[in-house]
């Protein structure tokens, strides 16, 4: 059972992470906004579910599976190796933000979710 709870919500996270990439791949910039805009957006929602203290079966379906379908580690480090061969100060734009915005956003979303969870 948690092994179709975790497929089917990595499924989905998938699908919503695909959605994302085809709408910025119609608007092309040389900065990965798609990437960024993901990756924040779920750190701040495991964040979210991390606080929420959700039963197991649910954070497997919304934790494990969907945001684990969701966020882009391997197409991160490769835009990553990319703007850093080509375009070094948007570089260390993207570095910043990713780290230090993901890191903010995780602990926001905890927060959140432990205030949501009272």
Not at 6 to 16: I, Q, R
Not at 47 to 59: P, T
Request: glycine share 14%; charged share 10%; aromatic share 20%.
């Amino acid at each position: 059972m948690n092994l179709l709870l975790v497929g089917f919500g990595a499924a989905l996270g998938a699908m919503a992470r695909f959605a994302i990439n085809r709408f910025f791949e119609k608007r092309p910039h040389p900065y990965p906004w798609a990437t960024q805009i993901i990756n924040l957006t779920g750190a701040f929602l495991l964040g979210i579910f991390s606080g929420l203290n959700l039963g197991n079966a649910l954070y497997l379906f919304l934790g494990t599976g969907m945001m684990g379908g969701y966020t882009t580690f391997s197409t991160f480090n490769f835009e990553m190796l990319t703007l850093y061969q080509t375009k070094r100060k948007l570089f260390y734009y993207y570095f910043a933000l990713s780290y230090g915005g993901g890191l903010l956003l995780s602990f926001l979303g905890v927060a959140l979710g432990s205030f949501l969870a009272k």
